[in-house]
């Protein structure tokens, strides 16, 4: 994604609705392309076009949280992506930092297989030339655009990855948080697929505490975050042995 997509993103999410003639003039292009970048980002479904306009998605729009900070996360999942061969099959979870991952693997990788309750990173990545997406089956639940419930775990038996891809909404002394019960439990039960397991989070996340229990921290293999961690946490997962990634 060109800069300058990055920072119409953050004027709009800053502002929630913001005019095409202001776009242009605090990005110092023209209108015409003001509205080409809109087209763009309205069809990767990070943004909605107004008459005149650019605003946010709804807030519980799933790429209302991938649009958020974008270039932050597109680092997290860039540097999540070297850990990832040509040819592996890996699991996925739902989330902006697991979303951009997906996207690269999708574009940058060859013949790797990607395992996701996701709807949303299945209809993400659809159209780059390296997709290859197993989507798992089970109860959609609109806000997210993910597969939960019992169904999961019967679709996700049969399966054995190295590696497990997923987001969290908290950290405390005991572990990863969510804030939502049913993602939480489908979660689970696709780490229990999985060799290891790997967080993608901003580390903003390390700040709040979520609603219930996501995964224990002696389950979590690695974190690929961004380079503002406070120091408390830090410790907290070097002293868990788990391997900590700056962007």
Do not use: W
Not at 30 to 43: C, G
Not at 74 to 89: D, F, K, L, V
Not at 133 to 148: A, H, K, P, R
Not at 236 to 244: A, C, E, M, T, Y
């Amino acid at each position: 994604m060109h800069m300058r997509h990055t920072h119409l993103l953050n004027l709009v999410n800053q502002k929630k609705r913001v005019a095409v003639t202001e776009l242009a003039q605090a990005l110092d292009v023209s209108e015409v392309t003001i509205r080409k970048d809109l087209n763009l980002l309205e069809r990767k479904g990070l943004l909605r076009r107004e008459h005149g306009y650019a605003a946010m998605t709804a807030s519980d729009d799933i790429a209302n949280h991938l649009s958020f900070n974008y270039e932050r996360k597109r680092q997290i999942a860039q540097r999540a992506a070297e850990s990832i061969h040509n040819g592996e099959t890996v699991m996925i979870e739902s989330g902006g930092c697991c979303a951009l991952l997906a996207e690269e693997l999708a574009t940058n990788r060859r013949d790797v297989t990607i395992i996701t309750n996701s709807a949303f990173i299945a209809d993400y990545v659809r159209k780059q030339p390296n997709a290859h997406i197993i989507l798992l089956g089970g109860e959609y639940q609109n806000e997210s655009q993910v597969m939960i419930g019992p169904m999961i775990q019967t679709c996700v038996r049969d399966f054995s990855v190295n590696k497990f891809f997923v987001g969290t909404d908290g950290l405390n002394e005991h572990g990863f948080m969510s804030n939502d019960i049913m993602r939480a439990e489908a979660a689970r039960t696709m780490a229990n697929s999985a060799n290891q397991v790997i967080v993608l989070t901003e580390s903003s996340k390390f700040q709040t505490t979520g609603v219930v229990s996501l995964l224990p921290l002696e389950r979590v293999s690695a974190v690929y975050t961004d380079g503002d961690a406070d120091s408390q946490s830090l410790t907290l997962l070097n002293n868990s042995g788990i391997h900590v990634y700056p962007v």
